[in-house]
């Protein structure tokens, strides 16, 4: 089993940049794809980044150019790059982890989620 650890959220003004990160610990063989989801209130959960375990990245249009997807392989982790931010932004960032076990299952593991809040 897989656990997801995010960190790096806090309170930004409008402009300004945050780093999140997300680590993964636990028993598995290897972790494929990660993401980044976030939800706020009142929205459905979106989809932000992806980021595959050879690096191919993708975004979601409202963050595209200013968000950048990251991942280290070595030990696990994902991390966002988050630049000029605007209040639309806030909203809690989950990272997910596309979990191999050593059975040969496969499943997506989900992080607690850090709180990013851009003042207006």
């Known amino acids: 089993q897989v656990q997801l650890v995010a960190s790096g959220g806090g309170l930004v003004e409008a402009g300004g940049s945050l780093r999140l990160s997300c680590g993964a610990s636990?028993?598995?063989?290897?972790?494929?794809?990660m993401r980044w989801f976030r939800q706020a209130p009142g929205h459905s959960r979106e989809l932000v980044a992806g980021?595959?375990?050879?690096?191919?990245?993708d975004y979601a249009d409202s963050v595209k150019g200013r968000f950048t997807i990251s991942r280290v392989n070595a030990n696990n982790t994902v991390y966002l790059q988050m630049h000029s931010l605007k209040p639309e932004d806030t909203a809690v960032y989950y990272c997910?982890?596309?979990?191999?076990?050593?059975?040969?299952?496969?499943?997506?593991?989900w992080g607690q989620g850090t709180q990013v809040t851009v003042a207006s």
């Open positions: 636990g028993t598995f063989f290897s972790i494929g794809a």
């Open positions: 980021i595959t375990r050879d690096g191919d990245t």
């Open positions: 997910t982890a596309a979990a191999t076990l050593h059975g040969g299952t496969t499943y997506t593991a």
